[in-house]
T-cell receptor
Framework: NAGVTQTPKFQVLKTGQSMTLQCAQDMNHNSMYWYRQDPGMGLRLIYYSASEGTTDKGEVPNGYNVSRLNKREFSLRLESAAPSQTSVYFC??????????FGPGTRLTVT | DQQVKQNSPSLSVQEGRISILNCDYTNSMFDYFLWYKKYPAEGPTFLISISSIKDKNEDGRFTVFLNKSAKHLSLHIVPSQPGDSAVYFCAAADNDYKLSFGAGTTVTVRA
């Protein structure tokens, strides 16, 4: 039982490049989330998927898109990376409405 | 505007003593509160939670207190141990699928 897995662990992009962050959970959770963590800002919600087939914007969605591929997988795409998107990205999932389980994170640097 | 605030970025405590972490919120619709713990290079892990219908919840060395009239909650760790050195995030939910996080408090337990 791996819980929530994220790939890649680290990534360096040049401004304007695109990439997709992958997330998968094996806990049969309905809801999945993408957060970014920046110094002094805590975790801010980018997008979430309350259930398979639905996605909604969170607090900071600009510059990102998401796909809920199936119940297990939820990907985050940066179409044209900007230095302001340098951050640590966490994926999370839950079935209990509140207690979320987090992946280990992806550290992204945009130069 | 941040709805959940942790005004102390850091806390240093001697091993065996009590650690008290504080959290304030502004949204009166929040009805469930959680504390997460995060080690470097790992994702946050759930620690303890409390519903708005309670004023105290205890789990081993960890106790969370909620003062709804003051919109304030605190986490007590007694006794503090070296393994408690981590970043602690306060989070709150308002009966939807989303959590709002504070900026975190870094706890250092001194031997």
């Amino acid at each position: 039982n791996a819980g929530v897995t994220q790939t890649p662990k680290f990534q360096v992009l040049k401004t304007g490049q695109s990439m997709t962050l992958q997330c998968a959970q094996d806990m049969n959770h309905n809801s999945m989330y993408w957060y970014r963590q920046d110094p002094g800002m805590g975790l801010r919600l980018i997008y979430y998927s309350a259930s398979e087939g639905t996605t909604d914007k969170g607090e900071v969605p600009n510059g990102y898109n998401v796909s809920r591929l199936n119940k297990r997988e939820f990907s985050l795409r940066l179409e044209s990376a900007a230095p302001s998107q340098t951050s640590v990205y966490f994926c999370a999932s839950t079935t209990s409405f509140y207690e979320q389980y987090f992946g280990p994170g992806t550290r992204l640097t945009v130069t | 505007d941040q709805q959940v605030k942790q005004n102390s970025p850091s806390l240093s405590v001697q091993e065996g003593r009590i650690s008290i972490l504080n959290c304030d919120y502004t949204n009166s619709m929040f009805d469930y509160f959680l504390w997460y713990k995060k080690y470097p290079a790992e994702g946050p892990t759930f620690l303890i939670s409390i519903s708005s219908i309670k004023d105290k919840n205890e789990d081993g060395r960890f106790t969370v207190f909620l003062n709804k009239s003051a919109k304030h909650l605190s986490l007590h760790i007694v006794p503090s141990q070296p393994g408690d050195s981590a970043v602690y995030f306060c989070a709150a939910a308002d009966n939807d699928y989303k959590l709002s996080f504070g900026a975190g408090t870094t706890v250092t337990v001194r031997a």
